[in-house]
């Protein structure tokens, strides 16, 4: 049904193009219709009927050919259901890359402003369909993990979904393929949106019940309320993954989502329509902001919680050291590539770039007013990677540096919050004591003392002014991920939605590594002029 429903909604070429700039309506726009009534159907699907294979409730799954029996016909829709909308996620990133950002000189034009409407729409339900489908993989996924004990059998450690027989290996892999395309779109949504609040005037001019921004903007501040939700609910499904045992999703499945541009950009979404931002990291404050209040808790719980719960992989800990505190790691110089290359890469961009760190301090003073109890333990961890640091010595693997008490710092903070996220006795401790003022005003006082020490200097955020660019993209073999099991054209840009699932396409597999599959020659050809031809070789390194 949701293939069939996009084959009807997606046009091609000219037609598109012509579509898209006759749209009279931004709620008319038929993708969008389709994913709103379609979104109730994944909700249909039991958590604990995915993982035994059964239906919750009898005729509640779509699409698909039963088994005598049932058993396998709900995990298989499911799981069939998110890589159709991570495909779909995937082919909108793509349009989204190449749409002019809000206030550019060619997005000038009624049909371009209906244009970007459409797209950024449809993102934001394309995600919410999507996180349904991922939040009911994930349960499943713990329910299996619980079953056969601590630590798990079914994955290696590596890139891939791992071994064994039995259904779990391939959900996996979807379920790392969902998330990685979901992340991609969520970080493009956020960056036109970051732009978009900025052009409008940004800062709290807009709060009240009318438009978003203080200018005549085209989003309300419901619908914009709604699209920030849905792109920072992406990084509670990181942190929902990473909580998961390594069998399950393995480290570098989580670092192939970039976790660090959606962290970034949030952050930027924040500063750029957050309440009073703009004054935030300079004891200014105040006003409401563009946007509902649940749209700023929902960055600081995704922030907060996606960068302690990743940190808590000992292989992820040095890029997450990184992200907070690219100058000191890079000035470090412990080793020539991994996280090390990454700090530095960031710190060049200097103070117009992510030199101070995806999390600036300026949205660190927001997120507090918003969730304290989640900023004060992002706030920890963010001081401790800081000041482990700055006081010298080598970050080595996983970032720890044998028993020096410097790095002991940084990974006991990060324990000491993953614990608290995860004891709900001590969380309900936590959010009691923490509260918005007391909180903000430690933050700041912690961050004015840094730049005093520094010499006056720090970070910014550049005064909410959004920056142009992403920060870089993690490359090479450490995200070269396979989907050996996922059976899905490998091109970002297809838009074959044939057949009943994305498995009933006719995929031929890439003659070199053998890892990416596609639906046709031109998918392949487009691939290859593209990302592939790097990958590949990347891909066929790894075995």
């Given at each position: 049904?949701?293939?069939?429903a996009?084959?009807?909604?997606l046009?091609?070429?000219?037609q598109?193009?012509?579509q898209?700039?006759?749209?009279?309506?931004?709620?008319?726009?038929?993708?969008?219709?389709i994913?709103?009534?379609?979104?109730?159907?994944?909700?249909?699907?039991?958590?604990?009927s995915?993982?035994?294979?059964?239906r919750?409730?009898?005729?509640?799954?779509?699409?698909?050919e039963?088994?005598?029996d049932?058993?396998?016909?709900?995990?298989?829709?499911?799981?069939g259901?998110?890589?159709?909308?991570?495909?779909?996620?995937?082919?909108?990133?793509?349009e989204?890359?190449a749409?002019?950002?809000?206030?550019?000189?060619?997005?000038?034009?009624?049909?371009?402003?209906?244009r970007w409407?459409?797209?950024?729409?449809?993102?934001?339900?394309?995600?919410?369909?999507?996180?349904?489908?991922?939040?009911a993989?994930?349960?499943?996924?713990?329910?299996?993990?619980r079953?056969?004990?601590?630590?798990?059998?079914?994955?290696?450690?590596?890139?891939g979904?791992?071994?064994?027989?039995?259904?779990?290996?391939?959900?996996?892999?979807?379920?790392?393929?969902?998330?990685?395309?979901?992340?991609?779109?969520?970080?493009?949504?956020?960056?036109?949106?970051?732009h978009?609040?900025?052009?409008?005037?940004?800062?709290g001019?807009?709060?009240?019940?009318?438009?978003?921004?203080?200018?005549?903007?085209?989003?309300?501040?419901?619908?914009a309320?709604?699209?920030?939700?849905?792109g920072?609910?992406?990084?509670?499904?990181?942190?929902?993954?990473?909580?998961?045992?390594?069998?399950?999703?393995?480290?570098?499945?989580?670092?192939?989502?970039?976790?660090?541009?959606?962290?970034?950009?949030c952050c930027?979404?924040?500063?750029?329509?957050?309440?009073?931002?703009?004054?935030?990291?300079?004891?200014?404050?105040?006003?409401?902001?563009?946007?509902?209040?649940?749209?700023?808790?929902?960055?600081?719980?995704?922030?907060?919680?996606s960068?302690?719960?990743?940190?808590?992989?000992?292989?992820?800990?040095?890029?997450?050291?990184?992200?907070?505190?690219?100058?000191?790691?890079?000035?470090?110089?412990?080793?020539?590539?991994?996280?090390?290359?990454y700090?530095a890469?960031?710190?060049?961009?200097?103070?117009?770039?992510?030199?101070?760190?995806?999390?600036d301090d300026?949205?660190?003073?927001?997120?507090?007013?918003?969730?304290?109890?989640?900023?004060?333990?992002?706030?920890?961890?963010?001081q401790?990677?800081r000041?482990?640091?700055?006081?010298?010595?080598?970050?080595?693997?996983?970032?720890?540096?044998?028993?020096?008490?410097?790095?002991?710092?940084?990974?006991?903070?990060?324990?000491?919050s993953?614990?608290?996220?995860?004891?709900?006795?001590?969380?309900?401790?936590s959010?009691?004591?923490?509260?918005?003022?007391?909180?903000?005003?430690?933050?700041?006082?912690?961050?004015?003392q840094?730049?005093?020490?520094?010499g006056?200097g720090?970070?910014?955020?550049?005064?909410?002014?959004?920056?142009?660019?992403l920060?870089?993209?993690?490359?090479?073999?450490?995200?070269?991920?396979?989907?050996?099991?996922?059976?899905?054209c490998?091109?970002?840009g297809?838009?074959?939605?044939?057949?009943?699932?994305?498995?009933?396409?006719?995929?031929?597999?890439?003659?070199?590594?053998?890892?990416?599959?596609?639906?046709?020659?031109?998918?392949?050809?487009?691939?290859?002029?593209?990302?592939?031809?790097?990958e590949?070789?990347?891909?066929?390194?790894?075995?």
């Open positions: 049904m949701l293939r069939l996009l084959r009807g909604a046009p091609h070429g000219a598109q193009q012509q898209q700039q006759q749209q009279p309506d931004d709620d008319r726009d038929p993708l969008v219709l994913m709103r009534a379609l979104a109730p159907i994944a909700q249909m699907f039991g958590h604990e995915l993982a035994t294979g059964r919750s409730k009898p005729g509640a799954a779509g699409g698909g039963a088994g005598e049932g058993a396998g016909d709900v995990r298989e829709q499911v799981v259901l998110a890589v159709t909308a991570a495909k779909r996620a995937r082919q909108l990133v793509g989204l890359e749409l002019p950002l809000p206030g550019a000189e060619a997005q000038q034009g009624q049909g371009q402003e209906r409407l459409v797209s950024v729409l449809g993102a934001g339900q394309v995600l919410d369909l999507l996180q349904t489908y991922m939040a993989i994930a349960s499943a996924l713990s329910v299996e993990a079953a056969r004990g601590s630590g798990g059998s079914s994955s290696s450690g590596g890139g979904g791992g071994g064994g027989g039995g259904f779990l290996p391939a959900v996996e892999e979807a379920a790392a393929f969902a998330l990685r395309c979901g992340c991609a779109l969520a970080t493009q949504l956020m960056h036109h949106l970051t978009y609040f900025a052009g409008q005037g940004g800062r001019g807009g709060g009240g019940r009318g438009r978003a921004g203080a200018g005549a903007g085209p989003l309300p501040r419901a619908e309320t709604r699209l920030v939700e849905a920072a609910q992406m990084l509670n499904m990181v942190n929902l993954f990473a909580s998961l045992p390594p069998a399950c999703v393995s480290w570098r499945q989580l670092l192939a989502t970039q976790p660090q541009q959606l962290t970034a950009v930027e979404v924040l500063t750029a329509a957050g309440p009073g931002a703009g004054a935030a990291g300079r004891g200014g404050g105040g006003g409401d902001g563009v946007l509902k209040p649940i749209a700023y808790q929902r960055i600081a719980c995704g922030v907060g919680c960068i302690i719960m990743l940190a808590t992989r000992e292989e992820l800990r040095p890029y997450v050291r990184a992200w907070l505190a690219p100058r000191v790691v890079a000035a470090e110089g412990a080793s020539s590539g991994g996280a090390a290359s700090a890469a960031l710190a060049a961009g200097g103070e117009a770039g992510w030199a101070d760190g995806v999390v300026e949205a660190m003073v927001l997120m507090a007013g918003a969730k304290p109890v989640y900023a004060g333990l992002l706030h920890q961890v963010r401790a990677a000041a482990s640091t700055a006081r010298g010595g080598g970050g080595g693997r996983g970032g720890s540096r044998g028993r020096g008490d410097d790095m002991d710092d940084f990974s006991l903070a990060v324990l000491v993953a614990g608290t996220l995860q004891d709900p006795q001590r969380f309900a401790m959010s009691h004591v923490a509260q918005p003022g007391p909180t903000t005003q430690k933050v700041r006082q912690d961050l004015e840094e730049r005093a020490r520094a006056g720090g970070s910014g955020g550049g005064a909410g002014k959004p920056r142009a660019a920060p870089p993209a993690l490359g090479g073999d450490t995200v070269a991920v396979p989907y050996r099991r996922v059976r899905v490998g091109n970002p297809c838009g074959n939605f044939a057949g009943a699932a994305e498995a009933g396409l006719e995929l031929k597999q890439c003659g070199g590594c053998k890892a990416v599959r596609y639906c046709g020659a031109d998918c392949q050809r487009a691939h290859w002029r593209g990302p592939h031809k790097q590949c070789k990347d891909l066929q390194r790894q075995g």
